[in-house]
C-alpha cells in the first residue's frame, strides 16, 4: 500500500515537474515566428536529385535553333576568353570586346526556347545562376535534351517554370558579387539532371562545347551562308 503510494506520489511530482517545464518553455521557449527562416522554411531539395520527368521533358518547348547568348546572336561583340576545356574549364567565358568590366549589366540572352529549370545562387564561386533545358528536334545527336546555364549574373530576370523564346532577355552580366572581372560563364549540358554542379573537373562530364554547339544549331548550314568576302 505505502509503495503504491509512493508511486503515485513520484507520478505525480513528474507531471507537475513536466508541466512547469511546458508552462516555462511556452513563455520563454522559441516562437516559430522568431525563428531565422532556414529553421522554419523547407529546405529546398538538394539540386543534384532533380531531374526532369518524361512529362516535362515532353512538354519542354522545342529548340530548333540556337543562338549566341552575348552580343549579337551569332556572339559578334563578344570574345571567348577561356573556352571549353582549357584549364579544365566545363563551359565557355564570354566576354565583351571592351574587356575588363565594360560588359557588366550588358543583357544575357535564352540561347534557344525553353523552359526555366532552376534560378538560384548556388555558392560563392558560381554567383546567380540560370539553367534552361531545351527539347531538341527528333534524331539530333546530341537530343533529347540539353539544358544551357549562365553563370555570374548580376541580374536575374526569369522565374523557375517560365518559358522563354530564344533571344528573350533572362539576366545581365555580372560579377558574381565581385569574384570575378565581369563575363558570362555559359555552358551546354547534355541530359535531364538539372544540378549547378561544378564549372571545371578533369573530364568533361556531361557537358558539350557551347561554340561548337551553337555553330552547329543555329539553323543555318555554312553552305547557306554568304562566303567570305575574297581576297586574291
Ligand atoms: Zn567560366
Redesign the pocket.
Known sequence: MRKALRIMRLTLTLALAAAIVGVIWQKLGPRLEDLPDSAVKPKPLDPAFVRLTPREMATLPLATRFDMPLGSEHGAFTYNA?AFRIER?L?D?LNGIGGENSDLGDPVYAAGAGRVVYVGNPGPGWGKMILIAHRLPEGDEQGPVVQTMY?HLEQMQVRTGQIVQRGDPIGTVGTAEGAYLA?L?FEVRAGPYVNPGQ?YADTALNRIAPETFIRTHNGSAPQVLNPGPQTD
Request: avoid cysteine; charge should be neutral; glycine fraction near 24%.
Open positions: 577561356r574549364h563551359g567565358d553563370a563575363h560563364h564549372g
